[in-house]
């Protein structure tokens, strides 16, 4: 089992510090309480537990968000390489641990552009797997081509098409059976639902942060698969009013959500985006 991290800290350490103070563990629940604190109003670098004030401030809510809470023991979490057709590619497969049900689909998550530091951690990546994950389904992310440890050099988007198709040879090998879904963000969605679009193993379809303005998305007017589209009103590589004209034309069940004042990033906007994903579920 893979350690969870929240801004670097291990969650365990952050889930330790509530019952620093047993006889108090209900008190300390509150943030409020948390916040008017002696040590944090005179403005104390560290928790009486031990940890960076700054960083628990920022976590708090997180860690109060049952979600969240539910997904560091629900799945089992593996890093592995699998085997791509350039070498070998660095990925991580969250698989539910105890499945109430059969899950009804498995899930791959392609990263953004590995020239401009994409790869499988970046936080919209992440959010999207979280959300995925919550939903009790078996979610995979990748680092493609030359991005993290994964092997080769960047193909400008025709040779990772080829490594999303040997990450979904992987997924359908895992969970034969299951249909798959192909969630991209930005050069992650360009590429994937391309792919997605073709591999008759894929049944559902997530763009996030589709760059419009500089990537043809023409492919997707043959693709009847249901799709969902989030993204930011401010984003600057895919203007709205492009996004809203290219759903417009696609066949098939597509559903788009604008999220107001989030860029490219979903900046201090992820919540917004995990609504989203799961909404689209229910």
Same mark, same amino acid.
Request: hydrophobic share 45%.
């Given at each position: 089992?893979?350690?969870?991290?929240?801004?670097?800290?291990?969650?365990?350490?952050?889930?330790?510090?509530?019952?620093?103070?047993?006889?108090?563990?209900?008190?300390?629940? $509150?943030? &409020?309480?948390?916040?008017?604190?002696?040590?944090?109003?005179?403005?104390?670098?560290?928790?009486?537990?031990?940890?960076?004030?700054?960083?628990?401030?920022?976590?708090?809510?997180? *860690?109060?968000?049952? $979600?969240?809470?539910?997904?560091?023991?629900?799945?089992?979490?593996?890093?592995?390489?699998?085997?791509?057709?350039?070498?070998?590619? &660095?990925?991580?497969?969250?698989?539910?641990?105890?499945?109430?049900?059969?899950?009804?689909?498995?899930?791959?998550?392609?990263?953004?552009?590995?020239?401009?530091?994409?790869?499988?951690?970046?936080?919209?990546?992440?959010?999207?797997?979280?959300?995925?994950?919550?939903?009790? *389904?078996?979610?995979?992310?990748?680092?493609?081509?030359?991005?993290?440890?994964?092997?080769?050099?960047?193909?400008?988007?025709?040779? &990772?098409?080829?490594?999303?198709?040997?990450? *979904?040879?992987?997924?359908?090998?895992?969970?034969?059976?299951?249909?798959?879904?192909?969630?991209?963000?930005?050069?992650?969605?360009?590429?994937?639902? $391309?792919?997605?679009?073709?591999?008759?193993?894929?049944?559902? *379809?997530?763009?996030?942060?589709?760059?419009?303005?500089?990537?043809?998305?023409?492919?997707?007017?043959?693709?009847?698969?249901?799709?969902?589209?989030?993204?930011?009103?401010?984003?600057?590589?895919?203007?709205? &009013?492009?996004?809203?004209?290219?759903?417009?034309?696609?066949?098939?069940?597509?559903?788009?959500?604008?999220?107001?004042?989030?860029?490219?990033?979903?900046?201090?906007?992820?919540?917004?985006?995990?609504?989203?994903?799961?909404?689209?579920?229910?």
């Amino acid at each position: 089992m893979v350690s969870r991290q929240h801004r670097g800290v291990p969650l365990g350490r952050l889930f330790a510090a509530e019952v620093a103070f047993p006889a108090r563990k209900s008190h300390w629940r $509150r943030p &409020e309480t948390f916040l008017q604190a002696s040590w944090f109003q005179q403005g104390a670098r560290s928790t009486p537990f031990g940890l960076d004030v700054a960083v628990f401030e920022a976590t708090w809510h997180t *860690l109060k968000n049952p $979600r969240i809470r539910a997904m560091t023991a629900s799945h089992h979490s593996r890093n592995f390489f699998l085997e791509g057709p350039a070498g070998r590619l &660095e990925a991580i497969l969250w698989a539910p641990s105890a499945p109430a049900r059969r899950p009804p689909l498995a899930a791959v998550v392609c990263h953004p552009h590995p020239l401009f530091g994409g790869t499988m951690h970046n936080k919209v990546v992440y959010q999207a797997a979280k959300s995925l994950d919550a939903l009790g *389904l078996p979610v995979l992310r990748f680092n493609f081509r030359g991005a993290g440890l994964s092997a080769g050099k960047h193909s400008r988007g025709v040779g &990772e098409q080829d490594d999303v198709r040997a990450a *979904l040879d992987f997924l359908a090998k895992q969970f034969r059976a299951l249909p798959l879904l192909l969630a991209g963000f930005s050069f992650g969605a360009w590429v994937g639902l $391309r792919v997605g679009c073709e591999d008759q193993r894929v049944s559902h *379809l997530i763009g996030l942060g589709v760059p419009v303005n500089s990537s043809d998305f023409s492919f997707l007017r043959s693709c009847k698969k249901p799709k969902l589209f989030v993204h930011g009103s401010a984003d600057p590589y895919g203007a709205v &009013e492009r996004v809203k004209r290219l759903v417009a034309s696609i066949p098939g069940e597509n559903h788009l959500v604008v999220v107001t004042g989030a860029d490219h990033f979903f900046s201090n906007k992820l919540d917004e985006l995990d609504a989203a994903i799961t909404t689209w579920f229910e």
